[in-house]
């Protein structure tokens, strides 16, 4: 498993994990766009050449937003998701972050299990955050 920064070539594997993940995924010109910012870093998930997950982070001073986060339905439960995370926190503290905040669907358990795993605290609700289906969200932090 190779952990590695997101390049132009890798963004039409994500785009079909993204759209495979979410109910309002972001556009192959968005990931191309947020690529390019230096205040935005995206990480791959690379297993014998194929992009299994990524995860982006926006940075801002000292803190770092999770912007998304997703590994291929045909990887899940093998690491990928915590291995990107666990990365993400080093390459943010790396770059002058404190920490790092998310927000996650309220029924989403399994990524909920994985941030607590990774030190994760919740902080509060953000009502009606997500649409399709219109749910709540979990706003998430953990010092880095």
């Known amino acids: 498993m190779l952990i590695r920064k997101m390049t132009l070539e890798d963004v ?11 109910s309002l995924p972001w556009s192959e010109k968005s990931f191309v766009d947020s690529i390019s910012r230096e ?7 690379e297993e014998a050449s194929v992009i299994t997950g990524y995860m982006g982070l926006y940075i801002s001073f000292d803190e770092a937003s999770v912007t998304n986060v997703a590994v291929s339905p045909d990887f899940r439960k093998r690491g990928y998701g915590e291995q990107l995370v666990a990365t993400a926190k080093e390459v943010a503290k790396d770059v002058g972050a ?3 905040f998310l927000e996650v669907r309220v029924s989403n358990v399994p990524a909920i299990s ?23 969200a979990i706003i998430m932090k953990v010092g880095i």
């Open 12 to 22: 039409e594997a994500v785009v079909q994990i993204e759209q495979e993940c979410f």
């Open 114 to 136: 994985l941030y607590k795993k990774l030190g994760f605290e919740e902080l509060g609700i953000r009502k009606k955050f997500y649409e399709h289906p219109v749910e709540d």
């Open 39 to 45: 205040d935005t870093i995206f990480l791959v998930c």
């Open 98 to 100: 404190e920490s790092i």
